[in-house]
C-alpha cells in the first residue's frame, strides 16, 4: 500500500517540478493561483514593435538553413526569454498581475519561436 501511495504521488512531483523548473509554466501557474486567466492567443493586445520582431524572426527562421542565422536567432530568442523573465519576475514580486500576464504572453510567442528552432535544427 505504501508503494502505491508512493508511486501516485511521485508523478504528482514530478509533473510539480517541471511546472516550476520553467519560466513561463511557472509563470502561468502563479497566475492561476491567483485567480487571473493567461492571456489567449485570440486577445491582439501586444504591442506593433513586439509583433513585427516576432514576425522578422519567424522570417529567419523560415529561410533555408543557414547556421549562422540560426545561431544568432538561438542567442536573439535566450536574450529575451531572460529579459522576459527577469520583468516578470519582477511584476509578480510588485503584485502586478496584469503586467505579469502581458509578459506571459509575450514569452509565449518567443517558446514558439523557440519550438520553431529546435525543430528546424533537427536533421531531417
Given amino acids: ?14 509533473k510539480a517540478y517541471r511546472t516550476l523548473l520553467n519560466p513561463l509554466s511557472r509563470g502561468l501557474y502563479l497566475l492561476e493561483l491567483n485567480g487571473v486567466e493567461p492571456a489567449q492567443e485570440t486577445d491582439c493586445d501586444a504591442d506593433p514593435v513586439f509583433l513585427t520582431e516576432i514576425m522578422e524572426i519567424n522570417e529567419k527562421l523560415a529561410e533555408p538553413g543557414n547556421e549562422d542565422i540560426l ?15 527577469k520583468e ?7 503584485g502586478d498581475l496584469q503586467e505579469a500576464k502581458k509578459l506571459l504572453a509575450k514569452m509565449k510567442y518567443f517558446a514558439n519561436l523557440e519550438d520553431k528552432l529546435k525543430n528546424k535544427k533537427i536533421p531531417s
Avoid at 508503494?3 to 508523478?11: A, F, P, T
Avoid at 545561431?71 to 526569454?81: A, D, F, G, P, Y
Avoid at 516578470?88 to 510588485?94: G, N, W
Fill in 1 to 14: 500500500r505504501e508503494q502505491r501511495y508512493s508511486e501516485q504521488h511521485s508523478s504528482l512531483i514530478n
Fill in 88 to 94: 516578470v519576475t519582477t511584476a509578480f514580486e510588485r
Fill in 71 to 85: 545561431e544568432e536567432t538561438e542567442t536573439l530568442i535566450k536574450v529575451k526569454q531572460e529579459e522576459l523573465t
